[in-house]
C-alpha cells in the first residue's frame, strides 16, 4: 500500500488505482467507513505555549481513536465529522448509488469515499461510468469536496478532462439540518449530470476533430517536453516515455477502432496517464495517480487543450 495511504478499502474488483484491501460490499456509508477505518471522531483541544499561556482563537483538532494532532485550525473552524461529512451521500443511494472505496491519507488528516452513480453513459460508442468523489480534510486546508471521475469501462481509464461549461469539481455544504443534505444531494446529482451530458458533448466534437501524424509527434513533445539543459539520461528517458505515448496511440487494442482523432489521442494520453508505470517507481506513486484522479491530471488536461485549440 501507498506510504500516505493509512487505511483503505475496495468492493470486488481491484479498481483502476490499484489501492486498498478487497471487501465485499460497503451498502452504506456507515458500512464504508467502518471498512475504511473512519469510525473516529474529530475533537478540538486548546493550545498552550510551553509556559503554560493559552493561545487565544486557536485549536488543535485531535482524532479521538489515538489524540493524534490532525492540524492547527483557528476559532472560526466548524469540525465536520466523517460520519456526518459521508452521510447525505446517503440520500443518493435510493437512486442507486454504490460505495466502492473509502480511505484515509496523511494519518487522517485528509479522508475520502468513492461512489458509483448508477448511470452508465456512451462516449461516442464507448461506455463510460461515473464516479463521484467526496473528500473531506481535518488539518484545516479544506472542508468537503466533490469531484467527478468517469472510467472508461473497456479500459478502465479515466475521462475527467475540465470543460469551460461543466464543472468537474465542486464543493459541498453541509449542516446538522436533513433538509440541507437532501438539497446538497439534490445538487450533487445535478452537476454530475450537467457535467456528463457536456463530457459527451466534447467527446463527440474530440471525435469530430482529425489528428495528423504529424500533430500526434508535435503533441507528444509539447506534453512530454526535454529541457534545453537535459542531461543525456533524462533526454533518454524522456523519448522512452514519449515513445511509450505514442504505442499507446496507434497500437492500443481498445483504440484499434477508432479513427485518427481528438477523441483517440486524449484516450491514449489518459491511458498513459492512468497506467504507465513512472521510469523510476517511488512507493507513493500509486497514491498520486489516485490523487491526481480525485483531483484531475494536469497531462489529460493539456492535451484536450492542444486538440481542441488546434
Same mark, same amino acid.
Given at each position: 500500500?501507498a506510504?500516505?495511504?493509512e487505511?483503505?478499502?475496495?468492493v470486488r474488483e ?10 465485499e460490499d460497503?451498502?452504506?456509508s ?11 471522531d474529530?475533537i478540538q483541544?486548546?493550545?498552550f505555549t ?7 482563537d #486557536?485549536?488543535a483538532n ?6 493524534k494532532?490532525?492540524?492547527?485550525v ?9 460520519r456526518?461529512?459521508?452521510a447525505?451521500t446517503?440520500e443518493?443511494l435510493g437512486k442507486?448509488?454504490q460505495y466502492?472505496?473509502?480511505g484515509?491519507l496523511?494519518?487522517?488528516r ?6 458509483k452513480?448508477?448511470k452508465? #453513459?456512451?462516449l461516442v460508442?464507448?461506455?463510460v461510468?461515473?464516479y463521484l468523489v467526496f473528500?473531506?480534510s481535518h488539518?484545516?486546508?479544506?472542508s ?10 473497456v479500459?478502465q481509464n479515466?475521462?475527467?478532462f475540465?470543460?469551460?461549461n ?5 464543493c ?6 436533513i433538509?440541507a443534505?437532501?438539497?446538497?444531494a439534490?445538487m450533487?446529482?445535478f452537476?454530475?449530470e450537467?457535467y456528463?451530458n457536456?463530457?459527451s458533448?466534447a ?5 469530430r ?7 500526434v509527434e508535435e503533441y ?5 517536453p526535454i529541457a534545453a ?9 524522456v ?8 504505442n499507446r ?8 477502432g ?5 477523441y ?5 494520453v ?7 508505470k513512472p521510469?523510476?517507481?517511488?512507493a507513493k506513486?500509486k497514491?498520486?495517480?489516485?490523487l491526481?484522479t480525485m483531483?484531475?491530471n494536469?497531462l489529460?488536461d493539456?492535451a #484536450? ?6
Amino acid at each position: 500500500m501507498a506510504a500516505e495511504v493509512e487505511s483503505m478499502f475496495y468492493v470486488r474488483e481491484t479498481p483502476w488505482h490499484g489501492l486498498g484491501t478487497r471487501v465485499e460490499d460497503a451498502p452504506t456509508s456507515e458500512d464504508a467507513l467502518r471498512l475504511a477505518g473512519l469510525e473516529w471522531d474529530v475533537i478540538q483541544e486548546k493550545i498552550f505555549t510551553a509556559n503554560g499561556n493559552i493561545v487565544k482563537d #486557536y485549536y488543535a483538532n485531535i482524532r479521538s481513536s489515538d489524540h493524534k494532532v490532525l492540524g492547527v485550525v483557528s476559532g472560526r473552524y466548524q469540525i465536520v465529522q466523517n460520519r456526518d461529512a459521508f452521510a447525505f451521500t446517503d440520500e443518493l443511494l435510493g437512486k442507486g448509488v454504490q460505495y466502492e472505496t473509502a480511505g484515509s491519507l496523511k494519518e487522517g488528516r485528509k479522508v475520502w469515499i468513492l461512489a458509483k452513480l448508477p448511470k452508465q #453513459y456512451r462516449l461516442v460508442e464507448d461506455k463510460v461510468m461515473p464516479y463521484l468523489v467526496f473528500s473531506n480534510s481535518h488539518d484545516g486546508t479544506g472542508s468537503i469536496k466533490v469531484a467527478m471521475t468517469p472510467v472508461r469501462v473497456v479500459c478502465q481509464n479515466t475521462l475527467n478532462f475540465a470543460l469551460d461549461n461543466a464543472s468537474r469539481i465542486w464543493c459541498a455544504n453541509h449542516t446538522g439540518d436533513i433538509g440541507a443534505k437532501m438539497e446538497d444531494a439534490r445538487m450533487t446529482l445535478f452537476m454530475a449530470e450537467n457535467y456528463m451530458n457536456e463530457l459527451s458533448k466534447a467527446s463527440k466534437k474530440l471525435d469530430r476533430k482529425k489528428v495528423s501524424d504529424a500533430a500526434v509527434e508535435e503533441y507528444i513533445k509539447l506534453l512530454l517536453p526535454i529541457a534545453a539543459d537535459a542531461t543525456e539520461t533524462t533526454e533518454r528517458n524522456v523519448k522512452k516515455l514519449r515513445m511509450d505515448l505514442k504505442n499507446r496511440y496507434y497500437l492500443a487494442p481498445d483504440l484499434a477502432g477508432v479513427g485518427k482523432n481528438g477523441y483517440r489521442f486524449v484516450n491514449a494520453v489518459s491511458d498513459f496517464a492512468t497506467h504507465a508505470k513512472p521510469l523510476r517507481e517511488t512507493a507513493k506513486y500509486k497514491e498520486n495517480l489516485f490523487l491526481k484522479t480525485m483531483e484531475g491530471n494536469p497531462l489529460i488536461d493539456r492535451a #484536450y487543450q492542444l486538440v481542441c485549440a488546434a
